[in-house]
């Protein structure tokens, strides 16, 4: 019985850091960020500003400062944070389409994984497809009341039966109750 108490008091001491620690953290990744060129990481429709606050995002989940992050333990760390509809931010994307490549990050790939989900301004094929992906889960090939209500759920967000008939009929273009992609991509591209 003593066993148990003992691991939870030590895996609470290595959850909790100490203040001290976060502040040595914070100066060490303002230090890192500062000793980097900006103009390396340059894309178009992104900031330098942008670049400087991914830098430093990026710098805070590399744990051991050594210019690479172990994907695996930043995501653990992040889900551990317990903050809702984490998968839907930018970072966690980012994170999670590098780990599909590896199990390790440079900037520079954190970069290309993050950076067209910071300047997408105009719907692209591509990136509805990728949208399209996200509510069309089962690949059936349409977009039904079921598929949107999940989707809509999944988001926290309260619409009720009537709101997402009506999103359904408003893309519906051929009557037929349910989204097809091309349906969705010409809702989306309306301007």
Known sequence: MGEPRARRARDEKLTQPKEDEIENLLARAEDVTQ??????YVRPGIT???????????????A???????LEDAIDSLENLGWDRLEQEPLMVALRSCKRKG???????????ISPLLCATEPTQESVRRAWRLLD??????????????AVRGFGLELSVEELR??????DRNGS????????YQMLSRH
Do not use: P
């Open 64 to 70: 051991d400062g050594k210019g690479k992050v172990n």
């Open 137 to 150: 889960e089962n690949r059936k090939g349409h977009i039904d009341i079921e598929d949107l209500t999940r």
């Open 35 to 40: 000793d980097f060129d900006l103009q390396d």
């Open 166 to 171: 009506d999103m359904v009929s408003y893309c």
């Open 103 to 113: 199990q390790k990050m440079d900037f520079a790939g954190f970069m290309d994984a």
């Open 177 to 184: 109750g349910e989204i097809t992609f091309d349906e969705f």
């Open 48 to 62: 330098e500003a942008e670049i400087r606050a991914m830098k430093s995002s990026f710098d805070l989940i590399d």
